[in-house]
């Protein structure tokens, strides 16, 4: 599965299909992403993939500061409610994305893009 549609209820909870709820077992990382949308990691991808593209020398580095700036601004780590596979997203992170209640998931190698079906290209 590399799509999906919810709609978040009314405590900003977003169900994870079934078929995709080991991928999260490990945990969940939101981020803003690149654009008006978030990231949204398994644990294990942002340990293993994304800490370490982000470690360097920020004080020369000033692509590399942006980067920890942009993606460590508003990243909330959480587990999955194993009952129902739900996982509550911040208010700061929807309206960053421009999300309302629809919402729409895109896998991207590793990661998921989330956010408005309107800005999901």
Do not use: C
């Amino acid at each position: 599965m590399d799509y999906f549609e919810r709609k978040l209820d009314d405590k900003r909870r977003l169900t994870i299909p079934t078929e995709l709820r080991a991928e999260f077992a490990s945990g969940v990382v939101l981020s803003r992403g690149f654009g008006e949308y978030l990231h949204m990691y398994p644990q294990q991808v942002w340990d293993r993939e994304v800490e370490p593209a982000l470690a360097g020398d920020y004080i020369f580095d000033e692509e590399l500061a942006d980067l920890n700036v942009r993606f460590r601004r508003g990243k909330v780590t959480q587990k999955l409610d194993q009952k129902q596979g739900r996982v509550v997203i911040e208010q700061h992170l929807l309206d960053y994305a421009g999300v309302d209640r629809d919402i729409v998931a895109v896998r991207v190698g590793q990661y998921w893009r989330v956010g408005a079906p309107e800005k999901i290209a």
